[in-house]
């Protein structure tokens, strides 16, 4: 696979120095990238509008005119997937990182070896967001990005996969989480949830970033924590 990064800051000797390292990185780990660079957020949205088919977004925060987590914003309400790494010359904007799901934050100037692991870490969530599960409903095939499920749900004989859209079929829970992967976790008899929705975990409920309320058996606290933890 090929993967497309683009390289958004509005200083030059930055942007050759990014993309440097991003042809080392490549060269080193076998990988094939095609690399493109913005001097400002307008020029990468223009580009942006008409080909979204950007892996890696190397994202500047402090720039002229539209500010870096501005415009990841912009791109977040239609878009999950773009891998955004912020890269700026201050901490102070970390935590506005997590209402855009950015993946890391690096700060200037940045080290070739903090890159690398930023950019293998980035391709190994691409990787698992190609991950599929396939539903055999009545008269047609459904097939769910891992990443879109939320959580599932047994009730009786049914299980339903809470996705973009809801969809139940008549199959046990322990079949469906032997071909889930380890993002998910078994919350007792009832649900499975993704790990990347967990908001905040109580000693009775897990808090999901849908607004959705699961109840977490007695003795899970300990066990779903140490999962979340693994899988960040």
Known sequence: ??????????????????????????????????????????AFLFRYSEHRDYDILLLDIEMKKMDGVTMARLIRKENELLQIVFITGYSDYISEGYDVSALHYLLKPVRKEK??????????????????LTLELSGETVRIPFYEIRYLEVYKNYVTVHAKRDYTVKKTLTEFEAELDERFFR?????????????????NED???????IPLPRGKYEQLNRAIISYS
């Not at 890159?115 to 599929?132: S, T």
């Not at 808090?207 to 309320?213: A, I, R, T």
């Open 1 to 42: 696979m090929k993967y497309k990064i683009a390289i958004c800051d509005d200083n030059e000797a930055d942007v050759q120095y990014i993309s440097s390292l991003v042809s080392l990185w490549a060269g080193s780990n076998n990988v094939q990238v095609r690399v493109d660079s913005f001097p400002s957020a307008e």
């Open 115 to 132: 890159l690398f692991e930023v950019l293998e870490r980035a391709v190994k969530r691409i990787r698992k967001n190609e991950r599929l």
């Open 187 to 203: 919350v007792g008899r009832s649900f499975i949830i993704n790990l990347s929705y967990v908001q905040r975990v109580t000693r």
């Open 207 to 213: 808090h999901l970033s849908d607004g959705s309320k």
